[in-house]
């Protein structure tokens, strides 16, 4: 989905704490059977100051990350993936040209340009690439365009929160196209996720977030859903969804991320369903936190008809969705937060092998302690075989090496085993340990799985919000296995 030094292997009955220059590692007893390694990250200012001398990062608050080729089939011959990052602070979205030279000496990652949101009220927030259709009843282009979900600051009533596009112009620049407004029915919107959920060959918009009241006249939020479809005749249409009842209670809360994918099985006709994650008040920590829609087609007008339900779980920030072992059937992973308190921040869903959708809660063995504060993650393979892992960024509590307390920031690794569990978790840290108050500085937000240095293995990209960053982990698994 998106994307050589040599290091001994980790002894597999010690628990060990090894510094593998800067990034440190966690490897707790009985580690993986093929190890997961990272060369020390690689830090770029998401935005710079411009100042004599240069690279000096501006406190952009880069929170969205999205990855892939902007210029794409065969246009950009080397295929080289790329980065784009919006920045919430001072409303740019950056783009990061991959250089395809990841030797020491070559930066891999270059700055290419950064793009003002031209809109003083907008907070950029989370950010995809898409190819999308530019003109009705046009083919869609064969480069990525820039989706972005903006929040609007202020507190006037009937302010509006939309997703942006910003038009690849078929060289990778995204400025030569007036910037293109979809109004979202969502307020204060959260994560971004885009899917062709009603296999029409048009890429739709998935966007959470919870209503409050903009006067401040009516005290609580509840989670909203917009599922912004797209039409193949061009333009599109909004299906806004607002749950303020579980089983007839009221509820409080917010819709945090969402993930297309086909939950009900045999999937009919390219048709996805969704999984949203969803934060609510006390009241309903410890109830139903994974609000599942099936998608049962399309009504007469096209659009598809969803079936909502809730399945328990816990308040979480993020939720993937993919094949967990060698089970043929896809699970749910949820990154729940410390407000929960219990005796894991992560918690699967899986499927129960029927094809209908229904899932069973399972706790990992092994998962994050309740101070890691999990915040995003990504789904897809690391080390060297042939299964899924999990990463998260953790916002604190990572082991500071050193720092005298555990509240620098980092990214937990859960290697999957083949019976769908995981390994012990291993931490990392995103940048250089941070031995200073607030000690979380650096802290990453959210994350992406990629190849960027083109040598088989996928990496991982975090956006540093607190430090004005972003960092790239290369794998080096592959060159530390033995002959």
């Given at each position: 989905m998106f994307r050589r030094n040599s290091i001994a292997l980790f002894p597999r009955s010690l628990g060990l704490t090894v510094a593998l220059g800067g990034v440190?590692?966690?490897?707790?007893?009985?580690?993986?059977?093929?190890?997961?390694?990272?060369?020390?990250?690689?830090v770029y200012c998401a935005q710079q100051d411009g100042q004599p001398g240069g690279a000096h990062c501006v406190y952009s608050g880069p929170l969205g990350l999205a990855v892939g080729d902007i210029i794409g089939d065969g246009v950009d011959p080397d295929g080289n993936i790329d980065v784009v990052v919006a920045n919430s602070e001072t409303k740019t979205i950056s783009v990061f040209r991959n250089s395809g030279d990841w030797s020491a000496t070559d930066p891999g990652l270059v700055l290419d340009q950064v793009y003002p949101i031209l809109d003083p009220l907008a907070k950029p927030y989370d950010v995809e690439l898409v190819n999308l259709q530019r003109e009705p009843g046009q083919p869609m282009e064969p480069f990525l365009d820039i989706v972005v979900t903006i929040r609007t600051l202020g507190e006037e009533v009937g302010q509006e929160e939309y997703l942006l596009i910003l038009w690849n112009d078929g060289t990778g620049h995204y400025d030569s196209y007036p910037q293109t407004r979809i109004t979202l029915s969502v307020l204060n919107v959260n994560g971004?996720?885009?899917?062709?959920?009603?296999?029409?060959?048009?890429?739709?918009?998935?966007?959470?977030?919870?209503?409050?009241?903009?006067?401040?006249?009516?005290?609580?939020?509840?989670?909203?859903?917009?599922?912004?479809?797209?039409?193949?005749?061009?333009?599109?249409?909004?299906?806004?969804?607002?749950?303020?009842y579980i089983g007839g209670l009221p509820i409080e809360g917010q819709a945090t991320d969402a993930v297309a994918a086909?939950?009900?099985?045999?999937?009919?006709?390219?048709?996805?369903?969704?999984?949203?994650?969803?934060?609510?008040?006390?009241?309903?920590?410890?109830?139903?936190?994974?609000?599942?829609?099936?998608?049962?087609?399309?009504?007469?007008n096209g659009l598809p008809i969803w079936t909502p339900s809730f399945q328990p779980g816990r308040n979480s920030n993020s939720v993937v969705f993919g094949k967990l072992g060698t089970r043929p059937y896809n699970d749910a992973v949820l990154a729940c937060q410390t407000s929960v308190m219990l005796d894991s921040d992560n918690v699967v869903f899986r499927d129960q092998g029927n094809g209908t959708g229904a899932f069973n809660l399972r706790t990992p063995g092994d998962a994050l302690t309740e101070y890691e504060e999990p915040f995003q993650m990504d789904i897809g393979r690391l080390n060297p075989d042939t299964l899924n892992d999990v990463v998260v960024t953790c916002q604190k509590g990572i082991p500071s090496g050193g720092c005298g307390s555990d509240q620098q920031g980092g990214i937990a690794v859960l290697l999957s085993k083949s019976d769908g569990t995981f390994w012990p978790t291993i931490h990392y840290f995103a940048t250089e340990p941070v031995?200073?108050?607030?000690?979380?500085?650096?802290?990453?937000?959210?994350?992406?799985?990629?190849?960027?240095?083109?040598?088989?293995?996928?990496?991982?990209?975090?956006?540093?919000?607190?430090?004005?960053?972003?960092?790239?982990?290369?794998?080096?698994?592959?060159?530390?296995?033995?002959?």
């Amino acid at each position: 989905m998106f994307r050589r030094n040599s290091i001994a292997l980790f002894p597999r009955s010690l628990g060990l704490t090894v510094a593998l220059g800067g990034v440190l590692v966690v490897s707790p007893a009985f580690a993986a059977e093929k190890p997961l390694h990272f060369k020390p990250p690689r830090v770029y200012c998401a935005q710079q100051d411009g100042q004599p001398g240069g690279a000096h990062c501006v406190y952009s608050g880069p929170l969205g990350l999205a990855v892939g080729d902007i210029i794409g089939d065969g246009v950009d011959p080397d295929g080289n993936i790329d980065v784009v990052v919006a920045n919430s602070e001072t409303k740019t979205i950056s783009v990061f040209r991959n250089s395809g030279d990841w030797s020491a000496t070559d930066p891999g990652l270059v700055l290419d340009q950064v793009y003002p949101i031209l809109d003083p009220l907008a907070k950029p927030y989370d950010v995809e690439l898409v190819n999308l259709q530019r003109e009705p009843g046009q083919p869609m282009e064969p480069f990525l365009d820039i989706v972005v979900t903006i929040r609007t600051l202020g507190e006037e009533v009937g302010q509006e929160e939309y997703l942006l596009i910003l038009w690849n112009d078929g060289t990778g620049h995204y400025d030569s196209y007036p910037q293109t407004r979809i109004t979202l029915s969502v307020l204060n919107v959260n994560g971004l996720t885009t899917a062709d959920v009603d296999a029409n060959g048009t890429p739709d918009f998935i966007v959470g977030g919870h209503w409050t009241d903009p006067a401040h006249e009516i005290t609580g939020s509840h989670p909203q859903v917009d599922v912004v479809m797209g039409a193949t005749s061009g333009g599109y249409s909004v299906q806004h969804y607002d749950f303020e009842y579980i089983g007839g209670l009221p509820i409080e809360g917010q819709a945090t991320d969402a993930v297309a994918a086909p939950v009900r099985l045999p999937q009919v006709g390219g048709r996805l369903d969704l999984l949203v994650s969803l934060e609510l008040t006390s009241e309903f920590q410890n109830e139903d936190h994974l609000l599942v829609f099936l998608n049962d087609g399309p009504d007469s007008n096209g659009l598809p008809i969803w079936t909502p339900s809730f399945q328990p779980g816990r308040n979480s920030n993020s939720v993937v969705f993919g094949k967990l072992g060698t089970r043929p059937y896809n699970d749910a992973v949820l990154a729940c937060q410390t407000s929960v308190m219990l005796d894991s921040d992560n918690v699967v869903f899986r499927d129960q092998g029927n094809g209908t959708g229904a899932f069973n809660l399972r706790t990992p063995g092994d998962a994050l302690t309740e101070y890691e504060e999990p915040f995003q993650m990504d789904i897809g393979r690391l080390n060297p075989d042939t299964l899924n892992d999990v990463v998260v960024t953790c916002q604190k509590g990572i082991p500071s090496g050193g720092c005298g307390s555990d509240q620098q920031g980092g990214i937990a690794v859960l290697l999957s085993k083949s019976d769908g569990t995981f390994w012990p978790t291993i931490h990392y840290f995103a940048t250089e340990p941070v031995c200073e108050d607030p000690p979380w500085k650096g802290g990453p937000t959210f994350v992406r799985i990629a190849d960027f240095d083109d040598d088989g293995q996928n990496d991982v990209v975090v956006s540093n919000t607190s430090s004005g960053s972003i960092s790239v982990l290369l794998n080096s698994s592959l060159q530390t296995l033995p002959p």
